[in-house]
Structure formats: C-alpha cells, structure tokens
C-alpha cells in the first residue's frame, strides 16, 4: 500500500510543467519568420501600432511627392507673370520671357501678345511725328507683305505709345499699314519694356522668349536676318 501512495503522488507532478511550456510559446510568437518578428513585434499591440506607423509614413510621402510634381503656377494667374518651359525670367532683356499684355487695335479690337505664341514676333514701337520711324517703316510694311504673299506666319505688331487713335489712323492709311496696329495710351507696355528711344524693335521667337532688340530704324537687310532667327 504504501508503493502504490507513492507512485500517486508523483505521477502528475512531473507531467504538469512539461505540458505547459509549448502553449506558453506559441502565443507569444506571431511569426514563424525572425526578420518578420522583428519588424512587426512579438504581440498583437505592437504589430497594429507598427503597421499604423508604416501606413502613416507612406501617406506623408506620397503628399510630399504630389507637392513637388504639382506646377508652381495657379490656375488663372495672370500671363505677365507666367515663365517659359526654360525657366528664363519675365524681363525685356534678351533671353527673357517677353511680358504680356493686352492693348486695343485701331479698329477697337484687344490683342495680347499671347495670342501670338507659337509665331516668331516682331514688336515695333513707333509714333507719327518721329523721323526715323517713318524712314523705317516703308521697307518693314514692304517686307511684312512679302511674307503674307509666302504665306509665312510671321507677325509685326506696332506700337504707338504717343498719338491719339485719330492721328495714328491717319498715319496707318498714308503709309499703306497692313500689320496690327495698337495704342499703348498710358504708356504701360512702353514702361514694361523699359523702352528709351523710338523707333526700337523686339524680336521675340516662338517660345516667346526675346531673341534680339534694335534700336533706330532697321533695314530690310537687318530685318530679314533678325526675323530669320525667330522663325526657326
């Protein structure tokens, strides 16, 4: 009887902590991977604080990432202000971007300089009384013709920053004028492009960007060579 107390007594005691160390493991363990297991943690807790974490970090760089690609300029801002695909400055020197602006033609009707990108652009400013525009201007309207006639896309745009719309009427049929003509009464363009003589001429390319300025009365020899190196 008292073998048989013994063996009782000791039979459960040793089967018991065996038994349980297993389970003890396979809950603390959610990965059977070590590299994953210590990225994600050993618990439930601090896998979903981690995954938050990640899923917040991508969100933040995928806002950042949107910023930098998004275009600097706004809708609607206004043109004068807008740069060319070469990142050059809005200026009226040469290699700048030509400011835009919007005058009135002879005929009331509003042109903006931006209406004619795409096309090489000759602008001129020029008023009725001044000696060297009138010397300047027969050849210029003779090779603006020519041009049409070739069916060439070349635009020349006069500017009169002095005279009413009645004296430059006048002036425009005398001469024979086929090429726009508009009125810069406040003298804003004029200002804009810092002009300091009249005549002076800016030849702008296709991209709008200034390619070359002169001042005084330009002759067809100049004028071709200058508007050959816009029209490419």
Not at 104 to 111: E, F, M, P, S
Request: glycine residues 8%; contains cysteine; positive net charge.
């Amino acid at each position: 009887m008292a073998k048989s107390r013994s063996t009782r007594n000791t039979h459960p005691v040793a089967k018991t902590p065996a038994s349980r160390k297993p389970q003890q493991r396979k809950v603390q363990q959610l990965f059977q991977s070590d590299v994953l297991t210590a990225l994600f943690g050993r618990s439930v807790g601090t896998l979903v604080t981690r995954v938050v974490f990640i899923v917040a970090a991508i969100g933040a760089l995928a806002i950042i990432t949107v910023g930098l690609l998004r275009p600097t300029t706004a809708p609607g801002t206004p043109s004068s202000t807008l740069q060319s695909s070469s990142n050059a400055p809005v200026g009226f020197q040469v290699g700048d971007v030509a400011p835009n602006f919007t005058l009135t033609t002879l005929d009331g009707k509003q042109v903006s300089l931006s209406d004619y990108r795409g096309k090489p652009v000759m602008l001129n400013f020029w008023y009725a009384t001044c000696p060297s525009c009138l010397a300047e201007i027969p050849g210029m309207q003779q090779f603006y013709a020519s041009q049409q006639s070739a069916g060439k896309d070349l635009v020349i745009l006069g500017i009169n920053s002095v005279d009413n719309a009645q004296t430059a009427q006048q002036f425009v049929q005398q001469e024979g004028m086929t090429y726009p003509v508009v009125l810069d009464n406040q003298q804003r363009v004029a200002t804009s492009y810092n002009l300091t003589a009249t005549p002076t001429s800016y030849f702008i390319d296709r991209q709008g960007i200034i390619r070359s300025v002169y001042v005084g009365p330009i002759g067809v020899a100049t004028l071709q060579q200058r508007v050959a190196e816009i029209s490419g």
